[in-house]
């Protein structure tokens, strides 16, 4: 990425051009990009003589530069029990599988029901080894949160002392133990609930005494912390897509504090279990544990969707994740196989072919998605229950890589051009014998066939993206293929 920069440098245009930078730095996506920003901005600084200017942009864009650096992406998030179960026991926090690069640690809860004051203290070390450990996973480029909540907990923001209770327990916390942001995983409680209003103008005071004492919370940790809170959300499937199908109490719930705090959200993680049934924004009804939930519902807060509130503007792919059970004792519904999950990330990332009868309203996916989240990082490390870490396991091989070292080797070995193609194209194969077969974005078989030697040149008639599957004794690989006559 490069940004346009002209011979004349003005203060204004200086202030406009560091207003550009930093907007694309922020918005950019990979870790190497701030790096160019900043020396083109050094460039353009050299030139001018405005040393204030100059002195003050060149930190800030610095500032900016390694916090999106610092930002975990793809992100596998989830959530740490402070407790010790007999069924997902107690593990020491830095001893997570060093792929969760997202830790929410649940749970702060409030005193009472009448009492929003939030507390939370180490249930199996002491208070300063806890702080240890997050030092420690921090030092490793890792995220820490707090999450708020729970599935038992109760938050009612109504009266101005609540939120005031709420804002500076959670501030003090926050402070106390170094985290490095908050989770909204708020379940119950008037400050999630639909009472009158819109999306943009909700008319339940708990629910905007929510909204304002988040701002409240990031304000003083960048006061005392000089960078941004990093915020995260795991509402419920009723409380967010649930707003389709109606919009009052909990349904929709959650609607108007997204939209409210977009710009500061992080990470959308809406829980894809414990859900039943929901609309998509097809109008049809897909239920949970399949690879069409997986997908309508993650595609619904992306695109958006029409509610009795207004439009529900959806987030940017790279603020979403795809929340899901780390197995099937985990949650009272919607575990859903390794390989399902595979297949509807793969597809609505653009990688692989359609797993069921949702279509994606963007036919180029959404290769941007942030990644996944699981309840719990505790339940995914036993064994009892499906695989040590098969959640996170999943996870790599969908973001990071997709095959084992030894077929990497025979994915580099396989070449396609040219890609993007007009309609003819060659696939230069690893080996003289493999099966190939080739389906469109709808899953649709085009090509099956046989190869016998290393060299096959094919032809597609019509437009679109396709998916290009070869088969040998080494494995299978696919590749993507876009024809545009």
Same mark, same amino acid.
């Given at each position: 990425?490069?940004i346009?920069?002209?011979? @004349?440098?003005?203060?204004?245009?200086?202030y406009?051009f560091?207003? #550009?930078a930093?907007? @694309?730095?922020?918005?950019a996506?990979?870790?190497?990009?701030h790096i160019?920003?900043y020396?083109?901005?050094?460039?353009v600084?050299?030139?001018?003589?405005?040393m204030?200017?100059?002195?003050?942009?060149?930190a800030?864009?610095?500032?900016?530069?390694?916090?999106?650096?610092?930002t975990?992406?793809?992100?596998?998030?989830?959530?740490?029990h402070?407790?010790?179960g #007999?069924?997902?026991p107690?593990?020491?926090?830095?001893?997570?599988?060093n792929?969760?690069?997202?830790?929410?640690?649940?749970?702060?809860t409030?005193v009472s029901?009448?009492?929003?004051?939030?507390?939370f203290?180490?249930?199996?070390?002491?208070?300063?080894v806890l702080?240890?450990?997050?030092?420690?996973?921090?030092?490793?480029?890792?995220?820490?949160?707090?999450?708020?909540?729970?599935?038992?907990a109760?938050?009612?923001? @109504?009266?101005?002392?609540?939120?005031?209770?709420?804002?500076s327990s959670?501030t003090?916390l926050i402070?106390?133990?170094?985290?490095?942001?908050?989770?909204i995983d708020?379940?119950?409680? #008037?400050s999630?609930l639909?009472?009158?209003?819109?999306?943009?103008?909700?008319?339940?005071?708990?629910?905007?005494?929510?909204?304002?004492?988040?701002?409240?919370?990031m304000?003083?940790?960048?006061?005392?912390?000089?960078?941004?809170?990093?915020?995260t959300?795991?509402?419920?499937?009723?409380y967010?897509?649930g707003g389709?199908?109606?919009f009052?109490?909990?349904?929709?719930?959650y609607?108007?504090?997204i939209?409210a705090?977009?710009?500061?959200?992080?990470?959308l993680q809406?829980?894809?279990?414990?859900?039943?049934s929901?609309?998509?924004?097809?109008?049809?009804?897909?239920?949970? !544990?399949?690879?069409d939930?997986?997908?309508?519902m993650?595609?619904?807060?992306i695109?958006g969707?029409?509610t009795?509130?207004?439009?529900?503007?959806?987030l940017?792919?790279?603020?979403?994740?795809?929340?899901?059970?780390?197995?099937?004792?985990?949650?009272g519904?919607?575990?859903?196989?390794?390989a399902t999950?595979k297949?509807a990330?793969?597809?609505?990332?653009?990688?692989?072919?359609?797993?069921?009868?949702?279509?994606? @309203?963007?036919?180029?996916?959404y290769?941007?998605?942030?990644?996944?989240?699981?309840?719990?990082i505790?339940w995914?490390a036993?064994?009892s229950?499906?695989?040590?870490?098969?959640?996170?396991n999943?996870?790599e091989?969908?973001?990071?890589t997709?095959?084992?070292v030894?077929?990497?080797?025979?994915?580099?070995?396989?070449?396609?051009?040219?890609?993007p193609?007009? !309609?003819?194209?060659?696939?230069q194969?690893?080996?003289?014998?493999a099966d190939?077969l080739?389906?469109d974005?709808?899953?649709?078989?085009?090509?099956?066939m046989?190869s016998?030697?290393?060299?096959?040149?094919?032809?597609?008639?019509?437009?679109?993206?396709?998916?290009?599957?070869v088969?040998n004794?080494?494995?299978?690989?696919?590749?993507?293929l876009?024809?545009?006559?």
């Open positions: 990425m490069l346009p920069v002209t011979a @004349s440098i003005t203060p204004l245009s200086l406009t560091a207003e #550009s930093i907007v @694309s730095l922020l918005n996506k990979g870790n190497g990009v160019i920003v020396y083109h901005f050094l460039s600084l050299a030139l001018n003589n405005h204030k200017i100059k002195f003050t942009f060149i800030l864009v610095a500032i900016l530069a390694i916090s999106r650096a610092q975990p992406n793809p992100a596998l998030i989830g959530y740490w402070n407790w010790n #007999s069924n997902a107690y593990i020491q926090l830095d001893a997570i599988d792929r969760y690069n997202v830790i929410e640690i649940a749970f702060a409030p029901l009448s009492d929003m004051t939030m507390v203290s180490p249930e199996v070390v002491s208070q300063n702080i240890s450990k997050i030092q420690t996973l921090q030092s490793q480029g890792k995220k820490v949160l707090i999450s708020i909540g729970g599935a038992n109760t938050i009612d923001l @109504s009266s101005t002392a609540n939120k005031d209770a709420f804002v959670m003090n402070n106390t133990y170094g985290f490095d942001g908050i989770d708020i379940e119950h409680g #008037s999630i639909i009472n009158g209003g819109t999306i943009a103008a909700p008319g339940n005071i708990a629910q905007v005494h929510l909204t304002e004492a988040i701002k409240q919370i304000a003083n940790y960048r006061t005392n912390h000089s960078q941004k809170l990093f915020l959300m795991a509402p419920e499937t009723a967010v897509q389709q199908s109606a009052g109490n909990i349904w929709g719930g609607l108007p504090i939209d705090l977009r710009d500061s959200i992080d990470i809406v829980q894809l279990y414990n859900s039943g929901m609309y998509g924004i097809d109008g049809n009804i897909y239920f949970q !544990g399949t690879a939930f997986i997908v309508a993650t595609e619904a807060v695109a969707f029409s009795n509130g207004g439009w529900f503007e959806g940017p792919a790279n603020k979403v994740a795809v929340g899901l059970p780390a197995c099937e004792s985990a949650a519904g919607g575990f859903t196989d390794s999950v297949s990330i793969e597809y609505l990332r653009g990688d692989g072919p359609r797993p069921g009868s949702y279509v994606l @309203s963007n036919s180029n996916g290769p941007d998605l942030r990644g996944m989240m699981t309840w719990s505790n995914d036993v064994s229950c499906g695989n040590v870490y098969q959640y996170a999943n996870f091989g969908i973001f990071i997709a095959s084992s030894s077929d990497a080797e025979s994915v580099a070995a396989l070449t396609i051009y040219p890609n193609t007009k !309609g003819e194209f060659t696939i194969l690893p080996e003289d014998k190939i080739i389906t974005i709808l899953g649709r078989q085009i090509i099956r046989q016998l030697q290393s060299t096959t040149n094919l032809h597609l008639d019509k437009n679109g993206i396709y998916f290009i599957s088969t004794k080494q494995g299978t690989s696919v590749r993507k876009l024809v545009n006559r």
